[in-house]
């Protein structure tokens, strides 16, 4: 018999399954976790306890409920959260909590100070992007300069899915696709780390080794057996970040493909015959070789929901309101009367690259519920999904078609939000498990059980979520108050910053 198991790990949660060899879900698994935010524009997770310490659990689950033969498993490929900086020492210990991809903002002194020292102009020419909160590099001299000691004792710098590669085999290995968040040691033309701005940041040697996504990394370990109940022996695939897998599991494969996945923020990836270079957007290598990544991200989304179910719901478990508030929101009417919420919650990445950026619900009045205020905040995201779309069609890269996936989609009111703000139809997939069904499928890949066309086989199309031209109006107006808010608050926004000390720390 033939299996796969992929494990992916997220912001709040991890999840898995077990394929049999036609794509087929045999198990599943879930694992929850939090995430630490230990002050304003920081956000954290515990290497061993959230992220290995999940694939342990998961694994096991997904072995138990299956009753499969480990030996059976022909490979696991992982993905997570990213891109992350964790500095391990020469043992592969973690020296700290693993710092999160960019909700996380603590680096803007070093962002600001690389972009001056080496020109915005080179970093675009050079990396194909920007420095932002979403690079690691700033983070790593972040470390360096605000806790020596322990950049001292570092010996690898690693993220999310290299970690768990490392945990699982004992070898270091990262995707280019993860790589190229490490701005601004890699180098996209020459697809390799690259020493041209790393001096004052890293020693290269204290990077892993770089692979294609569905490359083999390496081997379960006797000890990594011991743990998690796979046959020693195993291959492991190197993986990449969750988003690339999500958008491998919904069929975003050729040039024109935009994924768009609504988890703890919506990440967007669109696939690109040829390197995109915009300051607004962020750049990867795609996961095979030839083809290539243009990608945006929101700062929140939800994640934001969250936050106002735990405002909102305090005696209830977020998990259980969930469907509640979603009801409620469908019986606030589109505009949520007159409500703009910015969703900058923990500053804003694409296309304002703002860690300063604070949220706001602008409009209130006497008459408005928390149905209200629930839709403006989807809204919100839509406003803000809408601002990606079109930098996206500014830079010559319209999407041909738009694949939804991510536990978002069973929200109708913010599915159908999205696609009413932003015009724009979604297609949705018979199967949303997401990220670790494309790490099975990567899997797959790896051992010659499928090719590329087969996910079209593996997660059909079920239904397409198209725009409602009647609100259209509507929208259009409040889109241009949202556009305006923000420009017209931004310098008091700053003025915030400066004062709780959050993103400027």
């Known amino acids: 018999m033939t299996y796969f198991i992929g494990i992916d790990v997220g912001t709040f949660e991890s999840k898995g399954v077990l394929t049999d ?8 698994a879930v694992s929850r976790h939090q995430m630490i935010v230990p002050r304003p524009g920081w956000a954290e997770h515990r290497p061993d306890e959230d992220w290995w310490g999940d694939t342990v659990a998961i694994t096991r689950e997904l072995l138990a409920k299956s009753g499969v033969d480990p030996r059976d498993i022909k490979a696991v490929a992982t993905s997570a959260i990213g891109p992350c900086m964790l500095p391990l020492d020469g043992g592969g210990k973690p020296l700290m909590n693993g710092v999160l991809y960019g909700v996380d903002t603590r680096a803007v002194e070093e962002i600001n100070f690389l972009t001056q020292k080496i020109g915005a102009e080179t970093l675009l020419a050079r990396c194909n992007s920007g420095l932002t909160s979403q690079s690691v590099g700033p983070k790593i001299l972040w470390l360096k300069n605000k806790r020596p000691d322990i950049y001292a004792q570092a010996r690898m710098f690693v993220s999310a899915t290299p970690y768990i590669t490392y945990r699982l085999t004992g070898d270091y290995a990262m995707d280019h696709f993860t790589a190229a968040g490490f701005t601004p040691l890699y180098d996209p033309a020459a697809q390799r780390w690259s020493p041209e701005f790393a001096d004052g940041i890293v020693d ?17 370990t006797a000890a990594a057996a011991a743990e998690t109940g796979l046959a020693v022996g195993t291959p492991v695939v190197c993986g990449t970040i969750d988003a690339a897998a999500e958008a491998l ?5 050729a040039p024109g493909d935009m994924m768009m996945m609504y988890g703890s923020t919506i990440f967007i990836i669109q696939i690109t015959a040829a390197q995109v270079r915009d300051p607004r957007l962020w750049y990867a290598p795609w996961l095979f070789p030839g083809l290539h990544a243009s990608q945006a991200g929101l700062a929140t989304s939800g994640t934001l929901t969250r936050w106002f179910a735990d405002q ?7 998990a259980d309101v969930m469907g509640e508030m979603a009801q409620e ?27 300063r950026a604070k949220g706001v619900i602008f409009g209130l009045d006497l008459t408005h519920t928390r149905a209200d205020v629930y839709r403006g905040a989807l809204e919100g995201i839509g406003y803000a999904v809408r601002h990606i779309v079109e930098t996206f069609e500014a830079v010559g890269h319209a999407p041909n078609r738009i694949v939804a996936v991510g536990g978002g989609t069973r929200n109708g009111a913010w599915l159908g939000a999205v696609s009413d703000i932003s015009g724009q139809p979604q297609v949705l997939r018979q199967v949303t498990t997401g990220a670790s069904l494309g790490d099975t499928f990567l899997a797959a890949l790896a051992t010659g059980h499928a090719t590329l066309t087969d996910i079209e086989i593996w997660n059909k199309a079920a239904r397409i979520q ?4 009647a609100v259209k109006a509507l929208y ?17 926004m700053a003025t915030l910053s400066e004062v709780d000390g959050g993103a400027a720390l």
């Open 21 to 28: 060899a036609s794509g087929t879900i045999v198990a599943q």
């Open 204 to 220: 290269l040697a204290h990077l892993p080794r770089l692979l294609w996504s569905h490359e083999i990394a390496g081997t379960i």
């Open 249 to 253: 599991s919904v069929g975003v494969t």
């Open 312 to 318: 909102v719901f305090r005696d209830k478990p977020a």
């Open 329 to 355: 929101a469908a019986t606030s009417p589109a505009g949520a009367k007159g409500l703009i919420v910015l969703p900058y919650f923990s500053g804003e990445r694409t296309p304002l690259h703002d860690p």
């Open 466 to 469: 198209h725009p409602d031209k």
């Open 476 to 492: 259009d107006h409040q889109y241009a108050v949202y556009r305006a808010l923000y420009t017209q608050t931004k310098h008091l």
